[in-house]
């Protein structure tokens, strides 16, 4: 037991009382360059927020036709009504729109119901009992709301209006993809709003954080970061998420980003993520491969 503990110790210092975890070296080096380069997100000039609670999604999120029947009858029906993003639907680099919209009455847009006829039909339809917040049996949680209006205030709702990286509060590793991991979408023109199963960031150099978070190095990193539960996948509480460090760009790595995003090509941009470390082939490997085991792990 003394030769195995000999040959196979790890050196660790313990320079505070945040928490900690024990390495092989060149796990320890790899942590350390990262460290040494990145800024946690906690430190950028960006805002990270969760998606809508409607408290009660059947009534609120709609299909295609659905949309479209509101509007034939009360064409204002289209000022409340916007395109939903799911967590499922968020894909590396992309997304699946699935023809799904969710009905935007916040408390804090102040709407009056009677100006929206078909919208208010539709809602009735489920029953004021069940749309009622009140706490009461059967229906949603007690709030200040008004029976019409989603379960969350959503005060930060002009945000789902700007550029924006979506990403699914539940990460799943893709059995039908193993390139699904990890998964960040970019939303600049579409206006997407999405359900409180997805977070979003807006802020600064938005398109740049967008290609980092994609990359294969980020996969690595939720070992570090990003709680796992059941090994099938993890939940991306921002408290964890934003500590995750990420380079600051220069003029010059802002200028290859937006190369990069012309196309959009995994191998080029994880060498380029690289690049910002000076991570030697043998730890480039030790990347690679974790990510490698961990989704092999996952589609077992």
Known sequence: MSDYFRQNGVNTTF?????????????QAIKTK????????????????????????????????????????????????????????????????????IITTFPSLKINIDDYPAVK??????????????????????????????QDSINY????YKQKIIYPGI??????????FPRFTYDESENFFFGNDCYFII??????IWLILNSTLLGYLFRYYIYSFDETGFKMFTDYFKNIPIPKPNHTTLNQANDLLHEINME???????SFYNFSEEEVYEIENFVQKLIYEEES
């Open 121 to 150: 039909q539709h809602l009735m339809s489920f029953g004021y009992d069940r749309l009622k917040q009140t706490g009461d049996r059967g229906a949603r949680k007690k709030t200040n709301n008004q029976w019409f209006e989603t």
């Open 157 to 160: 709702w002009e945000d789902f």
């Open 203 to 208: 802020g600064e150099h938005i398109e740049y």
């Open 268 to 274: 080029k941009i994880d060498k380029w993520v690289y």
């Open 15 to 27: 320079l505070s009382t945040e928490s900690w975890v024990i390495l092989c070296d060149i796990e």
């Open 171 to 180: 990460m799943r590793i893709a059995k039908s993809n193993s390139l699904n």
């Open 34 to 101: 990262i460290e040494a380069i990145g800024t946690p997100l906690k430190d950028w000039n960006i805002s990270i927020n969760y998606g809508v609670k409607t408290g009660y999604n059947e009534a609120y999120i709609i299909d295609g036709k659905k949309k479209e029947e509101l509007i034939v009858e009360d064409p204002k029906s289209a000022e409340i009504i916007r395109p939903l993003l799911r967590g499922r639907d968020i894909k590396r680099y992309s997304y699946e729109f699935a023809d799904l919209y």
